[in-house]
């Protein structure tokens, strides 16, 4: 099991020092994450110690909404002063999202209509 938290901290750090150095648009997680993919592609498979702590992950993921939780209790009084551009920015990016991703899948669709 240690191994495994080894393996994530390693790539995690690897992230960061990309992000540091190469990609400082991109979050060091984000970027270890994708790293840990492309490690686990060529591998081609996930170890049992990897899959034991990820598992254990898992299990306590609602631990990590918190924080948001706390955040929005913090700014409760800027979201109600602005809770009509918060709705309308959700309400348009959902009903847009729903609308490129028809269009999206059409174009993409190999399916021919005969007339």
């Known amino acids: 099991m240690i191994f495994g938290l080894v393996q994530i901290l390693l790539f995690q750090s690897l992230g960061e020092l990309v992000s540091q150095f190469l990609l400082p648009s991109?979050?060091?997680?984000?970027i270890?994450?994708?790293?840990l993919v492309i490690w686990l592609?060529?591998?081609k498979g996930v170890n049992t110690e990897l899959a034991m702590v990820a598992d254990g992950f898992s299990q306590h993921l609602g631990?990590?909404?918190?924080?948001?939780a706390v955040g929005v209790v913090l700014f409760l009084p800027q979201l109600k002063a602005n809770a009509l551009a918060i709705i309308s920015a959700l309400v348009g990016s959902?009903?847009?999202?729903?609308?490129?991703?028809?269009?999206?899948?059409?174009?993409?669709?190999k399916k021919t209509v005969h007339e």
């Open 32 to 35: 270890g994450l994708v790293l």
């Open 41 to 43: 592609v060529i591998r």
């Open 63 to 68: 631990l990590l909404f918190v924080p948001a």
């Open 94 to 109: 959902v009903v847009l999202t729903i609308a490129v991703s028809a269009v999206v899948a059409r174009l993409l669709s």
């Open 26 to 30: 991109l979050p060091g997680p984000v």
